[in-house]
Every structure is written in structure tokens, then in C-alpha cells.
């Protein structure tokens, strides 16, 4: 088990640009997060799966951001028409479905919009 | 509704002296509570959590944590602050789903 994985880590994009971010969870795990981690602030959370199935989603989420983890396993994080405000560290981290156990997270991809 | 505080954004301790690091929660049903720290340009990694049971939980590194209900509070402590201590620590509270809420943060800072 390699934990959590997300790529790419960095990424620098212009404004006004599409980007895709991914994330592999941990292979037993049927919960996987995003989270978003902007300048001296702590994780807020955007949206989870439980399997295939996206139950959740913060209204931090606006109709540019879209998630999607087919078949239950890896899952993606697409933003359309990138903002300067996206700007921010894109924390991923998956848990099993134990109720409110701990969650494990990747190493994050940071997004910079130019 | 859950929500978490985190009482002063940056510490300083001299290595070797104690760490205290303080969180205060709010929670609408019986608290799970996390600490996980993050060095820089990294992801989190848990510390340690309270779920059920005893108290007093210890976690990795050297660190614990001690429940308090009565105080609605979860402070993390270290006996003796290491250099490599140096790093951003986040408290966080479990709702539904294992979806956690984080506090801002707390800024340690480690000096000779």
C-alpha cells in the first residue's frame, strides 16, 4: 500500500484555462475527499464519493469545479476557466467506511493561476 | 454543525522546552477528534485521534492530546520540542461521512 497519491503536484496555469488533477486512494478504502487549502488557512472540504457515487458537495464548489471517480477507484478534479482566486493547494484523502474515522491524505497538488 | 478553534496562529518554544498547542471544538454529537501536522508543500499526516474510551490518547512522534468534554477542548502537547518538530498542525472535528473540519492552524516554530 503506497497511500494516497495525487498528481501532478505543481501545477502553473493562465487564467482562463481548463486543469484536471487526479488522486489514487488507498486501494481498500471506498471514500475518497477533496479538500482545498488556500494561504494560512486549513483544509476546507469541497466534495466526497463513497464508491462511484459523489454524495456531497460544499458550496465552495461552483459550477466551474467538477469531480468525478468512475468505477470507484482513481477520481478527478477538473476546473474550467481557471480564476486567480483557484489559486490553492488541492488536498486529496480517502478513509474507509468506518463512520468518521481518520482520513488519509496525499501530498496534495498546488495550483497557481497566473 | 461542527466547528474547531485554534487558539494563537504562531507558537515559539526553545528545543527542549514543552509544546502546547490549544484547540477548542464545537460539535453537535459526541466528538471524534484529529490532530495531523504538515511540514511544508506537503499533505497532512495524522498525529493522533480521539474517538472513544480513554482520555488521554498518545500519538506518534511523542506527541498527545487530552479530551476534556467539560472544556470542549482537545489541546496537544510534547514534553520536549524537537528541531524537527517545526511545522503547521491542524485540529479537526469528524462529521458524518468521516468529513472533517479544520481549525487555521497553529505555526510551531522551534528556536536553539
Known amino acids: 500500500d503506497t497511500g494516497v497519491s495525487q498528481n501532478p503536484r505543481h501545477k502553473i496555469t493562465k487564467r482562463g484555462q481548463n486543469v484536471t488533477f487526479r488522486c489514487d486512494p488507498i486501494s481498500e478504502h471506498n471514500r475518497l475527499y477533496w479538500y482545498r487549502q488556500t494561504l494560512g488557512q486549513g483544509p476546507e472540504f469541497l466534495t466526497y464519493f463513497q464508491n462511484e457515487a459523489q454524495l456531497e458537495k460544499s458550496r465552495l464548489l461552483s459550477d466551474r469545479f467538477s469531480a468525478e471517480r468512475p468505477k470507484g477507484s482513481f477520481s478527478t478534479l477538473e476546473i474550467q476557466r481557471t480564476e486567480q482566486g483557484d489559486s490553492a493547494m488541492y488536498l486529496c484523502?480517502?478513509?474507509?467506511?468506518?463512520?468518521?474515522?481518520?482520513?488519509?491524505f496525499g501530498q496534495g497538488t498546488r495550483l497557481t493561476v497566473v | 454543525a461542527q466547528s474547531v478553534t485554534q487558539l494563537g496562529s504562531h507558537v515559539s518554544v526553545s528545543e527542549g522546552a514543552l509544546v502546547l498547542l490549544r484547540c477548542n471544538y464545537s460539535?453537535?454529537?459526541?466528538?471524534?477528534l484529529f490532530w495531523y501536522v504538515q511540514y511544508p508543500n506537503q499533505g497532512l499526516q495524522l498525529l493522533l485521534k480521539?474517538?472513544?474510551?480513554?482520555?488521554l490518547v498518545k500519538g506518534i512522534n511523542g506527541f498527545e492530546a487530552e479530551f476534556k468534554k467539560s472544556e470542549t477542548s482537545f489541546h496537544l502537547t510534547k514534553p520536549s520540542a524537537h528541531m524537527s518538530d517545526a511545522a503547521e498542525y491542524f485540529c479537526?472535528?469528524?462529521?458524518?461521512?468521516?468529513?472533517?473540519?479544520f481549525g487555521t492552524g497553529t505555526r510551531l516554530q522551534v528556536t536553539l
Open positions: 480521539y474517538t472513544t474510551g480513554a482520555t
Open positions: 460539535s453537535s454529537v459526541p466528538p471524534y
Open positions: 479537526a472535528v469528524a462529521g458524518t461521512a468521516s468529513k472533517l473540519t
Open positions: 484523502a480517502s478513509s474507509s467506511r468506518t463512520e468518521r474515522t481518520e482520513a488519509f
